[in-house]
């Protein structure tokens, strides 16, 4: 089977696919919040760890635009939006996720784990899975949101072979004979199988080139960047308040 980079409605659609409605809820939180399976998963696999939520690690809050996008302004304009619910706040869930962080020192410091803040918009014309990811947390029948490993959710997917027609493109540096890297060299391009991780590769297409978001703001999404804002995500919401052609 030749391989290819999928869009993101292909995966979208993919992940609507799965069956198990608890691996389906897993790839589809793992995609709109951008994470890494140990960030999400609530039991450790062998010897690794696991950072995932507790049913509540969520609010629910209001985000308050400081201006109004183009094309509510064209409706206004039009007679079809009122200025007042062109201004009026967003209802947004805010989820907590658990980040692990490998200390300079690990021999003597070990881990350390940091947490970021994700916020997505509860309109469905926005973001059609928040709300169901906001109702699995809710629901969630222990103290861990997924309570299961994440070799779990990788095990079904390999078995019904979900995502097997799809690829995800990695640059490998050029090595010498003596396995050094090859110095002013950029490298080849080949597609990773994709797994579970070529979720969070999509997801960042997606912000990037249907949203608009900058390397700076993605990094704020992604927690990798520390901004020093009570609510980094008021930095990145605005761009998030349109219509998603993907869904």
């Known amino acids: 089977m030749q391989?290819?980079?999928p869009n993101p409605s292909q995966v979208r659609a993919k992940i609507e696919q799965i069956e198990e409605p608890n691996v389906k809820m897993f790839c589809k939180a793992l995609y709109?919040?951008?994470?890494?399976?140990s960030e999400l998963a609530g039991i450790p696999s062998r010897k690794e760890n696991a950072y995932g939520p507790k049913r509540n690690d969520f609010s629910l809050s209001q985000y308050h635009p400081q201006g109004i996008s183009r094309l509510k302004a064209d409706l206004i304009y039009e007679d079809k939006l009122t200025p007042k619910k062109a201004f009026a706040p967003e209802d947004i869930a805010v989820f907590t996720i658990n980040m692990m962080r490998i200390t300079k020192r690990k021999a003597e410091s070990g881990h350390s784990t940091l947490q970021r803040l994700v916020a997505l918009p509860l309109d469905e014309e926005f973001e059609p899975w928040t709300t169901e990811i906001r109702d699995y947390y809710m629901q969630a029948h222990t103290n861990l949101v997924f309570n299961f490993n994440r070799r779990h959710a990788l095990d079904h997917i390999r078995l019904n072979r979900n995502f097997d027609e799809f690829g995800y493109s990695v640059k490998h540096p050029l090595r010498t004979k003596q396995g050094e890297q090859s110095k002013g060299e950029k490298g080849i391009l080949e597609l990773n199988k994709y797994r579970l991780d070529g979720l969070r590769y999509t997801r960042r297409l997606e912000l990037k080139d249907t949203f608009g978001f900058s390397d700076y703001e993605l990094n704020v999404f992604e927690g990798t960047m520390n901004i020093g804002m009570?609510?980094?995500?008021?930095?990145?919401?605005?761009?998030?308040?349109?219509?998603?052609?993907?869904?």
């Open 3 to 5: 391989r290819y980079i």
């Open 230 to 247: 009570p609510k980094p995500y008021e930095l990145y919401l605005p761009k998030l308040l349109r219509k998603n052609p993907n869904c």
């Open 32 to 37: 709109v919040l951008c994470a890494t399976e």
